[in-house]
């Protein structure tokens, strides 16, 4: 027997009410802050955005994380832009100018453009600066309460699809295989890919979550297994390799993961290693879901593999490993000195390999037909 299938019957205590969001103004100082993800879970740190600086290091060193969380956080980014205004200056010059350093800040996830220039919309029209300050704020309040929306009715359609797994298995447990982080700290609240799980267990059905380490910054060991752990959900920390071997088992029922940028023709840019995860799904006959709010999609892409930018991060961060020791976090080195070392952090999953979407609208095939009749003020006339 597997050591996961002894605790079947046991209930994971539910250890706190639902967490505090990723991201929220502090009413006492107005400072925007957020949980400082490159700590967790050892350390639970804050971390405050100030400055335009502020905003792009969080964003470039992985403070915050996941596409609705960058986009987000660009969108109030373009607030402190207009805070931090200084007098004299071509203020409309200025924004612009800012506004494109803070979209270059990561290249993958399109949250962080749609964000910035959502945002710009709303403010560009306006010329008095008080104005603009109080427009950017609304629309980035806005945002974060449509991407909570979006994220909630995620869940709400995703875990009919766990209950008809459950249905079939006569409620049998279901076992989940995730990759990385797509919760509610990637998302400010309930998350992508975990809202149907989080749904499920709220509503009593037997679940149990694979949960892939996602190296080389083990997003899914150090954050969704904290994000599952802090809410009672039964789950397993597993190696990146281990999710074709637990398939061919017969150990995995479904997988769900996020996406960073998916065009509207339904390929899927995720965390590197995502593809090989759907490879091994496909060929064990596996259901591969991909969760995403309308705010992920690129709707001018119709090639991932060919149009996707794909970011390469620092090899250190290949190169280099860190945990926590004697009560403090240490980094140590895991390869030879002399030796070359690739990040690319993500890849991309050809739609084919996809089973569907599930989106705030609902369920729907990854197509550019079936993406087109959930969204369909989305697509232009010549597309």
Same mark, same amino acid.
């Given at each position: 027997?597997?050591?996961? +299938?002894?605790?079947?019957?046991?209930?994971?205590?539910? &250890?706190?009410?639902?967490?505090?969001?990723?991201?929220?103004?502090?009413?006492?100082? %107005? !400072?925007?802050?957020?949980?400082? %993800?490159?700590?967790?879970?050892?350390?639970?740190?804050?971390?405050?955005?100030?400055?335009?600086?502020?905003?792009?290091?969080?964003?470039?060193?992985?403070?915050? &994380?996941?596409?609705?969380?960058?986009?987000?956080?660009? =969108?109030?980014?373009?607030?402190?832009?207009?805070?931090?205004?200084?007098?004299?200056?071509?203020?409309? *010059?200025?924004?612009?100018?800012?506004?494109?350093?803070?979209?270059?800040?990561?290249?993958?996830?399109?949250?962080?453009?749609?964000?910035?220039?959502?945002?710009?919309?709303?403010?560009?029209?306006?010329?008095?600066?008080?104005?603009?300050?109080?427009? =950017?704020?609304?629309?980035?309040?806005?945002?974060?309460? +449509? @991407?909570?929306?979006?994220?909630?009715?995620?869940?709400?359609?995703?875990?009919?699809?766990?209950? @008809?797994? /459950?249905?079939?298995?006569?409620? +049998?447990?279901?076992?989940?295989?995730?990759?990385?982080?797509?919760?509610?700290?990637?998302?400010?609240?309930?998350? !992508?890919?975990?809202?149907?799980?989080?749904?499920?267990?709220?509503?009593?059905?037997?679940?149990?979550?694979?949960?892939?380490?996602?190296?080389?910054?083990? #997003?899914? *060991?150090?954050?969704?297994?904290?994000?599952?752990?802090?809410?009672?959900?039964?789950?397993?920390?597993?190696?990146?390799?281990?999710?074709?071997?637990?398939?061919?088992?017969?150990?995995?029922?479904?997988?769900?993961?996020? !996406?960073?940028?998916?065009?509207?023709?339904?390929?899927?840019?995720?965390?590197?290693?995502?593809?090989?995860? =759907?490879?091994?799904?496909?060929?064990?006959?596996?259901?591969?879901?991909?969760?995403?709010? /309308?705010? !992920?999609?690129?709707?001018?892409?119709? /090639?991932?593999?060919? #149009?996707?930018?794909?970011?390469?991060?620092? /090899?250190?961060?290949?190169?280099?490993?860190?945990?926590?020791?004697?009560?403090?976090?240490?980094?140590?080195?895991?390869?030879?000195?002399?030796?070359?070392?690739?990040?690319?952090?993500?890849?991309?999953?050809?739609?084919?390999?996809?089973?569907?979407?599930?989106?705030? &609208?609902?369920?729907?095939?990854?197509?550019?037909?079936?993406?087109? #009749?959930?969204?369909?003020?989305?697509?232009?006339?010549?597309?």
């Amino acid at each position: 027997m597997h050591d996961f +299938e002894k605790s079947k019957t046991s209930v994971c205590p539910k &250890r706190s009410i639902w967490p505090k969001r990723s991201i929220w103004i502090d009413k006492n100082t %107005q !400072t925007v802050k957020v949980i400082d %993800q490159r700590y967790l879970p050892h350390k639970y740190i804050i971390y405050e955005l100030k400055t335009l600086k502020d905003v792009i290091n969080a964003i470039k060193q992985m403070v915050v &994380r996941g596409a609705p969380l960058i986009g987000v956080t660009a =969108a109030y980014g373009v607030s402190i832009i207009l805070q931090n205004t200084p007098s004299g200056v071509d203020e409309t *010059a200025c924004l612009l100018e800012e506004c494109e350093l803070l979209k270059n800040a990561r290249p993958t996830a399109i949250n962080l453009v749609y964000a910035v220039d959502r945002v710009l919309e709303k403010i560009l029209v306006e010329n008095d600066l008080n104005i603009r300050k109080s427009v =950017a704020l609304t629309e980035a309040d806005n945002l974060a309460e +449509e @991407e909570v929306e979006n994220c909630r009715k995620i869940g709400e359609h995703g875990v009919a699809l766990i209950k @008809e797994l /459950s249905d079939k298995k006569n409620g +049998e447990q279901i076992n989940i295989l995730t990759h990385c982080n797509a919760g509610w700290l990637a998302c400010v609240e309930y998350g !992508t890919a975990t809202a149907p799980i989080y749904k499920a267990h709220d509503l009593g059905i037997n679940i149990h979550i694979w949960v892939d380490e996602t190296r080389p910054l083990n #997003q899914g *060991a150090r954050l969704t297994a904290w994000e599952l752990g802090e809410y009672g959900i039964n789950h397993t920390v597993i190696t990146d390799n281990c999710g074709g071997h637990l398939m061919q088992h017969g150990l995995v029922d479904m997988v769900i993961v996020g !996406t960073d940028r998916s065009t509207y023709t339904g390929d899927v840019a995720n965390k590197i290693g995502t593809y090989l995860k =759907a490879l091994a799904a496909k060929d064990n006959n596996i259901p591969f879901w991909v969760a995403l709010p /309308s705010s !992920t999609f690129d709707w001018d892409l119709d /090639s991932g593999v060919d #149009q996707i930018n794909i970011e390469e991060r620092n /090899s250190d961060e290949v190169r280099f490993i860190s945990g926590e020791l004697d009560g403090s976090i240490q980094k140590v080195s895991i390869m030879p000195a002399t030796s070359r070392a690739a990040n690319y952090a993500f890849d991309v999953t050809p739609a084919r390999l996809v089973s569907g979407f599930i989106t705030e &609208r609902g369920i729907c095939k990854a197509s550019e037909v079936a993406i087109k #009749q959930l969204f369909p003020e989305k697509f232009v006339l010549d597309r």
